[in-house]
């Protein structure tokens, strides 16, 4: 194996062991049924394998892998429509297990987790990305450069996007 | 202070939400090897494809006869002109996974024009190619007719085969033409949203 493979094999593995959380959130904004979450979590990191040997730097990291994360998510929606899941529909599995002792507390707490991803994953696309690269703390330089757009743009969408969701959260129980 | 309390829950509520699917990793490897024996194989099947391609024209020609030279030459040149066509067609575009969410959709929506625009070009093509092969039956009338008459049964098969194929392949072009006018729409549709234009 050459030494370019095995330099690209390391920085995969730790933009994977970085990054691997976050594209799996992001991947829960696309899809809300697991076994199909998988496979987009796959194919996202395939297409970053795929990308990495010609990264030269032009953008961050950060920025390289959500760019590539958020075009496969949206080749998904136009492949899988529709996109969203109701709520009831999001499987139980998808919940992670609360290690809080107070079963009505954890309740609770599943329960907002539940609403909130259902609210994200009936926003509109862009909005949905704008909220989405918001709650993983990205700045807004750092978001215009995955969305293509100026910083100042990124203000007034993120406004957007934010009543948008918290209207969808307002229509949920 | 309220909308940062807010963005804080919801940030809370966000990062609890899903952890990578178990044996991420490996299950990643396992697809990327996969992956690349795809690709290997299939530029080896062209490979292969092309040579077998130019090995027929070659062997027909060795026939020597104008039927023979007109179909080998017919046929390679479709299939690099296909292939060259298909290359130009959709240059500029390569690439876009790693581009901005803006010029990725627009270059989504520009390869879904080019294919559009490919099918559109293909029906000519299979339209010029029975054209073609009616002139060259044609021109060959006085080799082919003593085949006909002596063997009429099996030219009628081939006959009635070729006559069956064009439907199928213009059904088969027309409904990946309404799949792609509607990914085209779906593409104009998100475009739209990044402009404001269609985002409540």
Redesign the interface.
């Known amino acids: 194996m050459s030494e370019t493979r095995r330099a690209l094999e390391q920085q995969f593995?730790r933009i994977?062991?970085e990054y691997?959380?976050a594209?799996?959130?992001l991947?829960?904004s696309y899809e809300a049924v697991a076994s199909v979450?998988?496979e987009l979590?796959?194919e996202i990191?395939?297409?970053i394998?795929?990308?990495l040997a010609?990264?030269r730097g032009e953008c961050s990291e950060r920025t390289?892998v959500y760019?590539?994360a958020?075009?496969?998510g949206?080749?998904h929606v136009?492949r899988r429509r529709p996109p969203h899941q109701p709520l009831e529909e999001i499987e139980e599995s998808?919940q992670?297990v609360?290690p809080r002792p107070h079963p009505e507390e954890q309740a609770a707490?599943t329960g907002?987790?539940v609403r909130?991803?259902s609210a994200i994953q009936s926003l509109?696309?862009?909005?949905r990305?704008m909220i989405v690269l918001?709650?993983?703390?990205l700045s807004h330089a750092e978001m215009a450069?995955?969305?293509?757009?100026t910083e100042n743009n990124v203000a007034v969408?993120l406004n957007?996007a934010?009543k948008?969701l918290?209207d969808a959260l307002g229509e949920r129980p | 202070m309220i909308e940062d309390r807010e963005l804080d829950t919801w940030r809370k509520q966000w990062s609890s939400v899903a952890e990578p699917p178990a044996e991420f990793q490996r299950k990643v490897q396992q697809r990327i090897k996969r992956e690349d024996r795809r690709f290997v194989l299939g530029n080896l099947l062209t490979v292969i494809a092309f040579l077998g391609i130019l090995i027929f024209a070659l062997f027909v020609r060795h026939q020597s006869n104008l039927m023979g030279t007109g179909w080998a030459t017919g046929i390679c040149v479709l299939a690099f002109v296909s292939a060259g066509y298909r290359v130009w067609g959709l240059r500029g575009t390569w690439r876009p996974q790693t581009q901005s969410t803006r010029a990725f959709v627009e270059l989504w929506h520009k390869r879904v024009a080019a294919r559009i625009r490919l099918l559109r070009i293909s029906i000519y093509v299979s339209l010029g190619w029975i054209i073609f092969c009616a002139a060259l039956t044609a021109a060959n009338w006085t080799t082919i007719g003593q085949g006909v008459k002596a063997h009429p049964k099996d030219w009628v098969e081939v006959l009635v085969a070729c006559v069956l194929m064009q439907p199928v392949i213009w059904c088969w072009a027309a409904w990946l033409r309404r799949r792609k006018l509607a990914e085209l729409n779906e593409v104009k549709k998100i475009l739209d949203e990044m402009d404001g234009k269609s985002v409540p």
């Open positions: 593995d994977l062991s691997g959380a594209i799996s959130r991947a829960f979450r998988e979590v796959q990191a395939l297409a394998w795929q990308a010609h990264f390289f760019r590539i958020h075009n496969r949206l080749s136009w998808d992670p609360d707490r907002q987790r909130l991803m509109p696309v862009t909005h990305q918001m709650l993983e703390g450069e995955v969305m293509g757009i969408r957007r934010r948008t918290k």
